[in-house]
Structures are given as structure tokens and as C-alpha cells.
């Protein structure tokens, strides 16, 4: 069974920075992609980043794109996604994804963590 398990969530002020981890287990392949989604309340749940784990292709959207980077140690099957500048609008609950078929990033998720909370307020 293929397990997320994210920490880092918080609260932090406009301008201010977090690191999101996830830590996937539970699958084999060396050959996969990982990545977080957000929701915020009264609103569908986003993609705001993907990296494949054999050939380090990031996928941002536009919202997110220059403040948040994702990256993967592969040795330790975790993510890490570092948020700067953070926004208000930034406040969600942010849930890791993994991609296990041939698709990566692009293809359909094959498993969600259980979120973990983001607020940006002053």
C-alpha cells in the first residue's frame, strides 16, 4: 500500500517562507513522479508542482512559478517543497501526490497523503 506522510504546514506571515516534506513508501519503481496539490475552502483542489524522480522535470503553474520549488532526494523517496514569499492567497490545505505509471507528472494521481495545513495571514 503506497503511504504519504507530509509534515510542515504551518502558519507563517505574508513574505514569510515554509518547507513541505512528504515521505512516500509502499511501491517499488525507481521511476515515478511526486508533487503536491492544494485546496482552499470553497475552492478545487490545484496541482502547484510535480518533479519526476529518474529525470527531474519540474511542472509549476503560473500562480506559483518563481517562489516554490519542489525537489526529491531518491534515496530517501522524499519530497521537499520549499514556499518563499508566501501569500495569503497561498493559504490551503496542502496534500503530496505521487504518479506511478508512465504518464509522471502528467499522467493520473495513484495516491494522496492525508494534507497538512498552510495559512498565510498577518
Known amino acids: 500500500e503506497v503511504q504519504l506522510v507530509e509534515s510542515g504546514g504551518g502558519y507563517v506571515q505574508p513574505g514569510g517562507s515554509l518547507r513541505l516534506s512528504c515521505a512516500a513508501s509502499g511501491f517499488t519503481s525507481d521511476d515515478y513522479a511526486i508533487g503536491w496539490f492544494r485546496q482552499a475552502p470553497g475552492k478545487e483542489r490545484k496541482g502547484v508542482a510535480c518533479i519526476g524522480s529518474s529525470d527531474s522535470n519540474t511542472h509549476y503553474p503560473d500562480s506559483v512559478m518563481g517562489r516554490f520549488t519542489i525537489s526529491v532526494d531518491n534515496a530517501k523517496n522524499t519530497a521537499y517543497l520549499q514556499m518563499n514569499n508566501l501569500k495569503p492567497e497561498d493559504t490551503a490545505t496542502y496534500y503530496c501526490?505521487?504518479?506511478?505509471?508512465?504518464?509522471?507528472?502528467?499522467?493520473?494521481?495513484?495516491?494522496w497523503g492525508q494534507g497538512t495545513q498552510v495559512t498565510v495571514s498577518s
Open positions: 501526490v505521487v504518479h506511478l505509471r508512465d504518464l509522471g507528472c502528467l499522467g493520473p494521481v495513484d495516491a
